[in-house]
């Protein structure tokens, strides 16, 4: 069995705070973080052409991208390239959150073994009113291979400012066939959504049954 390697590399972003309403219960219905889900191949890899949703819970944006097992995957069997045949593409996912609730999300990334190595492994993400990048020194560690990826590990924050949230990630390596290799993302609630004083919820309370009241009376 093989080992991954993985060096992790936390980067935070500017938050932006937003309150929003309040449920006892709430989910987190992200899906497919590691791409198993999606288009059966033969072979070592697919291309999947801009707009597809082949991949489950995901989109194709901006280009082309390869979903490949012909390398080793940090979880599963499947990873993406996010240049596929014609240079720089993405992929988003749109899934449920809560207005004011914090969350974090974790992947791995590293670079398709099959290409040149690049001096700077290159991969930015949005997610609404915010987003950030980053750029890897490829030379602080070994190259990757198809048996060995070197998959390093990396993380951003945001703060739902409503009840779906859009995350994308897509490659800023200009190259039209070799790009950044993205897989095992996480979705996790940090801090759940701020909850009522007990003034504010008495209040509400009192103004529903004074609705409740009026109503008899019609």
């Known amino acids: 069995m093989m080992r991954v390697t993985r060096v992790t590399y936390t980067f935070a972003i500017g938050l932006v705070l937003a309150m929003g309403s309040v449920q006892s219960a709430w989910a987190l219905p992200f899906t497919n973080g590691s791409f198993e889900e999606g288009p059966a191949f033969?072979?070592?890899?697919?291309?999947?052409p801009v707009g597809s949703t082949?991949?489950?819970?995901?989109?194709v944006?901006?280009?082309?991208?390869?979903?490949?097992?012909?390398?080793q995957a940090s979880d599963g069997l499947r990873s993406v390239d996010l240049n596929g045949s014609h240079g720089p593409a993405g992929i988003r996912q749109t899934f449920d959150t809560q207005a004011g609730a914090l969350y974090r999300v974790d992947f791995d990334f590293s670079l398709n073994p099959d290409g040149p190595l690049v001096p700077f492994i290159t991969m930015s993400w949005n997610y609404p009113n915010g987003g950030g990048s980053l750029g890897l020194n490829s030379a602080l560690f070994p190259p990757?291979?198809?048996t060995n990826m070197q998959w390093h590990s990396s993380?951003?924050?945001?703060?739902?400012?409503?009840?779906s949230t859009t995350v994308s990630f897509f490659s800023t390596i200009n190259d039209q066939f070799f790009g950044p290799t993205l897989d095992n993302v996480r979705v996790q609630v940090v801090t759940p959504p701020p909850v009522p004083e007990p003034a504010t919820l008495s209040l509400l309370a009192i103004g529903l049954a004074g609705i409740a009241v009026r109503r008899r009376r019609v």
Request: hydrophobic share 45%; net charge negative; glycine share 14%.
């Open 54 to 59: 082949a991949i489950t819970g995901w989109e």
């Open 144 to 146: 990757p291979t198809r």
């Open 155 to 163: 993380a951003f924050f945001f703060t739902a400012i409503s009840d």
């Open 61 to 71: 944006f901006g280009s082309d991208i390869d979903v490949a097992t012909a390398w």
């Open 42 to 48: 033969t072979g070592g890899g697919i291309t999947l």
